[in-house]
């Protein structure tokens, strides 16, 4: 193979390429994630933005085969914040100077849910003296709908692809209209279509993933011309479909190890975007974070979920800081990013680079 140094100076991002350096192991890969971790260091500095992340509620009419809290699932106990519980967290996230807050939830699509988040979204910026930047992940929407709340104060929007292999995608979600693989592209060119800076990702190490596919999500990204990725590994949870695929699975360390490849990839092939330090990451190893910030992730999400909620919000099983408060995330996050030589982003909104080159083309 090609020295990875020549590659990057190349810029030469072939399937083949990505392909060889996904599969990088010992001290190649460690050249590899230096190499991306310097280079984000250099061009963007030490900061890494915080988003401060509730999970309001557990509730989904999703059935994806991978997800703990799909609506099939009946081990899960359903929960739904009230809205002083979401404002008091969005409040939390503001005084505690992290600059942004992200929204998530299952999936919903009704009226009532539409215009609940569209009123939230008002007091949010109201609270907040219009401050606080929003992002939302909450799943496929209309166009209208993605437009009337990026009007009421949303600026960003996630919503991971999972994997851009259509073939692959069908293997992990049922055979119906709720889970089309066009209705969730079409759903991402909406949001971008909206004005907001648009996120992605996808899970790695799925039952039968190849480096090959992997690649493709990569360039994916790329020729989507995104603002923001999260990605992390898949964690098996007991109690979906997917768990009878288990002895198809990479070890553990084996996801853990590509994910770090994906991200040093991805932050070499788009220097200014803004990329996620998962949580998954962290399932795993109880420094995977910090790895991945040293490989070329810039975002953290602190979850600010009140702690008796979080240990029903288990997409997959092992999900760290399930017990714990927001005031010890908060703590902890800025301790461990300081082992590592990086500072928080304080009170900024943290946004990607890559929007605003974007808007300037
Ligand atoms: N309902 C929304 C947002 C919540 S799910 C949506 O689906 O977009 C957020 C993300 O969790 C999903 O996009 C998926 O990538 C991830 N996820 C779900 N189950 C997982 C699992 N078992 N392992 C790892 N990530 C998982
Ligand atoms: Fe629902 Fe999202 Fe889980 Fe799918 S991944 S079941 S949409 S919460």
């Not at 809290?69 to 969005?90: C, F, P, Q």
């Not at 603002?227 to 479909?241: A, F, K, L, R, S």
Request: with cysteine; glycine share 8%; aromatic share 10%.
């Amino acid at each position: 193979m090609k020295d990875i140094f020549q590659i990057v100076e190349s810029g030469s991002w072939s399937i083949e390429n990505l392909e060889q350096l996904l599969a990088l192991r010992g001290d190649e890969q460690k050249k590899l994630l230096s190499l991306a971790g310097n280079f984000l260091l250099k061009s963007r500095g030490n900061e890494v933005y915080y988003r401060g992340l509730v999970e309001f509620s557990n509730i989904c009419t999703k059935d994806c085969f991978y997800c703990g809290i799909r609506k099939s699932n009946k081990n899960v106990d359903r929960y739904d914040l009230s809205d002083d519980a979401i404002l008091d967290a969005a409040v939390f996230a503001y005084e505690h100077h992290y600059g942004s807050f992200v929204m998530q939830s299952g999936e919903r699509d009704d009226p009532v849910f539409v215009d609940r988040i569209d009123r939230l979204l008002r007091k949010i910026k109201e609270k907040t003296n219009g401050k606080l930047g929003i992002t939302l992940s909450l799943g496929e929407q209309t166009p209208e709908t993605y437009r009337r709340w990026f009007k009421s104060g949303a600026h960003r929007y996630l919503l991971r692809i999972e994997t851009s292999d259509e073939a692959l995608y069908r293997q992990l979600h049922p055979d119906d209209e709720k889970h089309r693989f066009r209705k969730r592209m079409d759903c991402l060119k909406a949001i971008q279509d909206a004005g907001y800076q648009t996120g992605t990702g996808v899970m790695i190490g799925l039952p039968g993933q190849t480096f090959k596919q992997l690649a493709g999500d990569l360039l994916f990204f790329k020729n989507f011309d995104v603002d923001m990725v999260g990605m992390g590994p898949y964690i098996e949870h007991e109690d979906t479909p997917l768990y009878f695929r288990r002895s198809e699975l990479w070890t553990p360390r084996e996801r853990f190890l590509t994910t770090l490849n994906m991200v040093a990839l991805l932050r070499l092939m788009m220097p200014d975007i803004n990329i996620a330090a998962t949580t998954a990451m962290q399932a795993i190893d109880p420094m995977g974070r910090e790895k991945a910030v040293q490989a070329g992730a810039n975002v953290m999400m602190p979850n600010i979920t009140p702690s008796n909620l979080r240990r029903n919000y288990l997409l997959y099983q092992n999900k760290p800081c399930t017990d714990e408060g927001a005031e010890d995330c908060s703590d902890c996050l800025s301790i461990r990013l300081e082992m590592i030589g990086r500072r928080p982003g304080f009170d900024k909104w943290g946004d990607s680079a890559h929007f605003f080159n974007r808007m300037r083309e």
